[in-house]
């Protein structure tokens, strides 16, 4: 049946070929398939504004194909995730590249996001027989969002640590569920390496699948609905003559995909995704900050405490939610032009003010405290200098495991107890494997002989007194000792 | 690249809707210009591509796993040196993202040349650790009871071949070692691991 439809509407365009497309058409249907998706009629012809739908299909796809080859790398682990990300950034060829079109790619996805939704929003095209249609849009953009949130901590370094910290302590805040809630998201009452593995599968394989199936459903919806041309067409019955998609729609929509290549590939290549220094849950001073697209709700967080927080983090948000996923079950007039519907429009309006105000309002802030932005630029300076920073790969445990055989001389342990006791582990770290304030101690043996040590434990440079290493007065048994522990330490 | 052509949808009214019956001429001119886009599509993808494909074989490109030179001491110590000298040496392997730093005993020596050479002190028949027999002055395994000569050659024993020499380079008048593991049980020096 389908077979005689389509030869009577398209037999003047493609009679039936006896080449090898013929029989792979005669074996699959793939030529009425790729027919039936090139010859969607558009109401009022192409334009420009219907080209946000194919692009956001198009970064999905770079971001499944991007994440697929980044997983070739990556573990996901605490002691490890910080570490291969690391590697894949400056040791793996092209890594930085792949990795910072993932990162930014995120960023495109959610401002096409907007466009897309705006588009459909100011076009009224969520009227006519399209309510289900527009559902599965919200939900897509609530997994998307999903997306950004979950793939932010994998990195493990500080800024993904912090924003994850506070973005996951901000659950907390909804009433009765919110600590369990927490607990879930996080696998624990605090942050570690159950987070990791969480955020890694709903990243990976919880979100992804959804979004397969909705992307898959959204796309029949549309089909089923048909497009619903420009904002003076009826929404139910379209009158205006129709225009294929293929040619020009389809050039239209690949013209959006080459300016994304494009920016992507520009952006990737000359100014590529940073990675800061290792996630230090002790670091006190840490500002953590949000990537920008969950700036305004972190603002918005912080106007509501006590019991007034329940309005602002839980009611307000869900009813505006609930308005916008209901939107086309209550708004059922079949008007769809702008400048006639003024609540529509003035809400959408109100709405944007409100999103880009709070993010304004909160970088405002950042700069006029200058202690914020003094240590926000410390953080960026940081990120920077890690980055110059070749790769160091990751001592394995069983290494360490024969390290601390090595304490099995006598003086090394009296060492490792002063160490302990001096705190000098309260910056150089446990067994002396550095933190965000001081450097790693393990392999300075390779570098200093016991003299050297020695002298520096008593005369610290300028530098390691800048960032805090006091002058060491020991009796000159005990600093033999903490030198035997420091020179052990492999 | 574009959305519409992985949509399936089979729309019954999508084909009886369609307004234009393409001409001829028309119909020429558009699968000029669809040949044009799935050339220039798959030139793209091609393009696109080029980072993938050095991403995933960076481990064809470059080492990702490699084992350090180690080392053992100034040439200096070694010039008069009359029996052969013990050192514990550092071996650092490196392992894509990771490193294992492990410690290994090795014996410097002069060969039949009187040149430096370094061997392991692992046991070519199973093993054991060879220490070094000053009054006897010779290599003597503590397990089997197989003996080697000063420059490790085999004098007697299960063994089937004498102590493993390691690679030596110099470097500032530095000695140093590359550590490798030889299969055991066979005559003749093979690398594992």
């Known amino acids: 049946m389908q077979e005689t439809k389509i030869e009577r509407s398209e037999s003047a365009v493609a009679p039936p070929k006896a080449d090898l497309w013929g029989w792979l058409d005669r074996r699959t249907g793939v030529d009425a398939a790729l027919r039936s998706a090139l010859y969607e009629p558009i109401p009022g012809g192409a334009h420009f504004a219907y080209v946000f739908g194919s692009g956001l299909l ?9 994440g697929i080859f980044l997983a070739l790398y990556y573990v996901p682990s605490a ?34 996001l907007l466009l897309h939704l705006s ?45 994850t910290a506070v973005g996951t302590n901000a659950a907390s805040e909804v009433p009765l569920i919110g600590e369990t809630l927490k607990r879930m998201m996080r696998g624990g009452t605090e942050m570690g390496t159950l987070t990791i593995s969480r955020f890694f599968v709903a990243h990976v394989f919880f979100i992804p699948a959804c979004i397969f199936v909705l992307v898959a459903a959204h796309i029949l919806l549309f089909r089923k609905a048909g497009a619903a041309g420009p904002p003076d067409e009826d929404p139910y019955e379209p009158k205006k003559k129709t225009e294929l998609f293929y040619p020009r729609q389809v ?5 959006l995909t080459a300016l994304l290549i494009i920016g992507l590939g520009a952006l990737c290549f000359f100014a590529p995704m940073q990675l800061g220094p290792p996630a230090n849950p002790i670091d006190a001073q840490y500002i953590p900050r949000p990537e920008w697209y969950y700036l305004p709700i972190f603002q918005w967080l912080k106007y509501w405490h006590g019991a007034a927080s329940v309005v602002g983090i839980l009611i307000i948000p869900m009813v505006l939610a609930v308005a916008i996923v209901t939107l086309p079950f209550f708004d ?5 032009r702008p400048w006639k519907r003024p609540i529509a429009m003035g809400s959408y309006g109100f709405v944007l003010f409100a999103l880009v105000g709070l993010g304004l309002r909160s970088q405002y802030l950042d700069s006029l405290d200058p202690s914020v932005a003094q240590q926000l630029a410390k953080q960026k300076s940081e990120e920077q200098e890690y980055m110059r920073k070749p790769f160091e790969p990751e001592l394995s445990a069983a290494s360490l495991a024969a390290a601390n055989t ?85 | 690249m574009g959305g519409g052509v992985l949509m399936y949808a089979e729309n019954p009214e999508s084909v009886t809707q369609n307004s234009t019956t393409a001409e001829p001429s028309l119909q020429k001119r558009r699968s000029f210009l669809g040949a044009l886009v799935a050339l220039g599509s798959a030139f793209v993808g091609a393009l696109l591509s080029v980072p993938l494909i050095r991403f995933a074989i960076f481990p064809l490109i470059r080492r990702t796993t490699d084992l350090k030179n180690s080392p053992v001491g100034s040439m200096s110590e070694f010039s008069s040196m009359t029996e052969p000298a013990m050192r514990t040496v550092q071996i650092e392997q490196i392992d894509g993202w990771r490193k294992t730093v ?53 004098f007697s024993g299960p063994s089937q071949r004498g102590m493993d020499t390691l690679e030596t380079s110099v470097q500032d008048g530095q000695l140093q070692v590359r550590f490798q593991y030889f299969r055991q049980l066979v005559s003749d020096k093979e690398v594992v691991g």
């Open chain 1, 58 to 66: 198009f970064i999905f796809i770079s971001q499944v194909i991007t």
């Open chain 1, 79 to 112: 002691d490890h995730a910080h570490t291969t990300v690391s590697y894949i950034t400056k040791a793996v060829t092209a890594g930085s590249f792949l990795r910072s079109l993932h990162a930014y790619g995120a960023s495109a996805m959610i401002i096409v």
């Open chain 1, 119 to 163: 588009q459909t929003y100011i076009y009224g095209s969520y009227k006519g027989p399209r309510e289900i249609l527009w559902v599965s849009g919200c939900v897509l953009f609530a997994l998307v969002l999903g997306m950004a949130f979950t793939g932010y901590l994998l990195p493990w370094d500080q800024r993904a640590y912090f924003a």
């Open chain 1, 251 to 255: 050039l239209m929509d690949l013209s």
């Open chain 1, 332 to 336: 059922r007039s079949v008007e769809r």
């Open chain 1, 406 to 490: 090595a304490l099995a001389d006598p003086q090394a342990a009296k060492g490792k107890a002063i160490f302990d006791s001096q705190s000098c582990n309260a910056c150089h770290g446990d067994g002396g494997v550095g933190t965000a304030a001081a450097p790693a101690l393990v392999g300075i043996s390779a570098k200093y002989s016991p003299e050297q040590l020695a002298h520096l434990f008593q005369h610290p440079t300028v530098r390691m007194a800048g960032g805090g290493m006091p002058p060491i007065n020991l009796p000159p048994d005990d600093m033999k000792s903490l030198i035997a522990y420091v020179q052990s330490l492999k």
């Open chain 2, 102 to 154: 492990s410690e290994k005993i090795v014996y410097i020596t002069k060969d039949q040349r009187n040149q430096l050479s370094v061997l392991s002190s692992i046991c070519p028949h199973l093993g054991c650790t060879v220490p070094w027999n000053k009054e006897k002055k010779q290599f003597i395994c503590p397990c089997h009871g197989g003996t080697f000569s000063a420059d490790g050659s085999r």
